[in-house]
């Protein structure tokens, strides 16, 4: 016959376990919690590098490291945070391959633009191949050009609207994991300062009379 005593036995073990699966449960999101948190400082560290000075291809690496990390860990009890961390690394990744592009771009538009300088400053004559070169100049500065407008338009956008793909996490995570607001306003300021110069300068060499 089931007693009371074994009644109270049976009620003790399923106590004991539940209180064991939550306790668990605890610790689980906890070590969740943690894990993406960790990755999600390393990004932010490697864009932070990046928007200081030039990424290279190992800061590169870092961020698909980090997003690779995060998309293989198991992270059933912190699917929104792991989510959010998804949204903001890869906006991360997409803003320093962009800055890579325009430290590889710059010096071409800029090299573009002297060497049409040069040959406008040099004396004209009655030379025909000289207008040919200048024209041949012309069209490459302003191929050169466009490419880097494209680039840095793209990076300024990334970068105004960063806080949009940062917004959801920054809800989950403590702001000293994040990019902090006043870098990436400084970043944005400093890539519109050198899409103007760029720009003036290209106009300026472009109207400059031969000899």
């Known amino acids: 016959m089931f007693s009371v005593r ?3 036995i049976a009620l003790a073990v399923a106590a004991a376990a539940i209180a064991g699966y939550w306790a668990f449960a605890g610790w689980q999101k906890g ?3 943690k894990a993406i948190a960790e990755t999600v400082a390393e990004g932010t560290a490697q864009l932070r590098a990046s928007l200081g000075a030039p990424p290279g291809a190992q800061a590169i690496a870092g961020i698909e490291s980090a997003i690779e990390q995060l998309q293989s860990m198991r992270i059933s009890r912190q699917v929104a945070l792991a989510g959010a961390a998804d949204t903001y690394l890869a906006a991360a990744r ?3 391959l962009r800055r890579a592009d325009a430290e590889r771009i710059a010096p071409q538009a800029a090299a573009s633009r002297q060497a049409l300088a040069a040959h406008l400053d040099s004396p004209r004559g009655r030379n025909e191949d000289w207008i040919r ?4 100049l012309k069209k490459k500065m302003d191929a050169d050009q466009a490419d880097l407008d494209r680039v840095l ?6 970068l105004a609207t960063f806080p949009e793909a940062q917004k959801p996490l920054a809800a989950l995570l403590d702001s000293s994991y994040l ?3 006043a870098q990436r306003a400084a970043a944005l300021q400093r890539v519109q300062a050198d899409a ?3 720009a003036e300068e290209a106009a300026r060499i472009g109207t400059l009379p031969g000899r």
């Open 6 to 8: 074994n009644l109270l």
């Open 31 to 33: 070590a969740q919690h």
């Open 94 to 96: 997409t803003v320093m």
């Open 133 to 136: 070169r200048a024209a041949e």
């Open 153 to 158: 338009r793209a990076l300024a956008e990334l």
């Open 179 to 181: 990019l902090e607001d």
């Open 196 to 198: 103007k110069r760029a």
